[in-house]
């Protein structure tokens, strides 16, 4: 669970660094900011390694609001996402294998039907 945890951490902040202005940063490193110290409260007090303060952990654990909450949080982060630049496209041309040129292929194939 804490593993789950670290990856959304992980992956939002990546979203936030990734956004293309200011607000978008900031509006993103908020919100994980908010889930990550409301995750870490929970588990330290969980384990006794911080005072127990009572707040639900994220999409975990049960109040209405509290989830409410987290998923439009995690909404918003979505629409910070999406106003991204799309990713560049990849070059979907078949690479010739190893000592084989494109030419030398397309001269056999005209000498073969020949």
Known sequence: MILFFLILFGRSLLVA???PDN???LVGVG???VLATQ???NIG???KFV???GLPLPFISHGGSSLITG???IGILLAVSDGQPAAPPRNRIAKPAKGVSRK????NRRTSTD
């Open 17 to 19: 660094s990734r956004a």
């Open 23 to 25: 607000d978008g940063r």
């Open 31 to 33: 919100l994980v900011t």
């Open 39 to 41: 995750t870490f409260l």
């Open 45 to 47: 007090g969980v384990t």
């Open 51 to 53: 005072p127990l303060t």
């Open 71 to 73: 998923f439009i949080g």
């Open 104 to 107: 030398g292929a397309q001269r």
